[in-house]
């Protein structure tokens, strides 16, 4: 019969299937996409996923600032940057360092990047295709109307072509006076047109 103590010691020996406290649980897609579903945390992870190094705390703000305002960094003002600041100093970057996506030194102002911020990268090259899958198919639609105006001019001056070959002909009795009115009506009109079709065009997709 096997002693109480032998059994102790069998068991203390086996390999433990339970995780141990110190290692960090994957995200989940609840996680993630919790993490994700604000721009500034989105441009945060994104900026730091091409970082290798620690980087300063001030350096993701005006990073992020200055993708959320379509400038550069260097043409920031000081209220762009604390519009920025406050809320990742106090918010964003915590929740980063919550999930174990980054270590966040608050006192020092210095981010460390994680192995687990690679989790959230799949999640954000699948928007940016996205994206980039919309802005070109704006873009396909702009020379649609550069087509449509080119071709209206393109009648306008056929048929003052047309007419003018006539008149040299004789095939048509129009003075000379006359025909020039013609052909400037024609051209405005043709103006106009082209006019109201830019106006009625889609406009590229807003980023």
């Known amino acids: 019969m096997t002693s109480t103590s032998e059994s102790l010691a069998r068991s203390s020996n086996a390999p433990s299937t339970e995780p141990s406290a110190d290692e960090p649980m994957d995200l989940s897609r609840d996680d993630i996409f919790h993490i994700l579903q604000t721009a500034r945390r989105r441009e945060t992870v994104t900026y730091l996923l091409g970082e290798d190094e620690p980087v300063k705390m001030g350096d993701v703000a005006e990073h992020v600032a200055a993708r959320e305002n379509e400038t550069t960094v260097a043409k920031l003002t000081s209220t762009q940057r604390q519009r920025v ?54 873009e396909q639609s702009l020379p ?20 003018l070959l006539a008149a040299v002909a004789g095939l048509v009795a129009i003075p000379g006076l006359a025909l020039g009115v013609i052909i400037t009506v024609l051209f405005v009109l043709t103006t106009i047109a082209t006019t109201r079709v830019r106006r009625t065009a889609p406009l590229p997709h807003a980023r």
Not at 104 to 133: H, Q, S
């Open 144 to 163: 649609s109307d550069v087509a449509t105006t080119g071709l209206y001019y393109l009648l306008a001056t056929t048929v003052s072509v047309c007419l």
């Open 85 to 138: 600041y406050i809320p990742l100093y106090q918010s964003h970057l915590p929740k980063l360092d919550e999930v174990g996506a980054i270590e966040y030194d608050k006192p020092a102002g210095i981010v460390y990047p994680t192995e687990r911020l690679e989790a959230f990268r799949p999640y954000l090259e699948v928007g940016n295709a996205d994206a980039r899958a919309t802005g070109s198919t704006a």
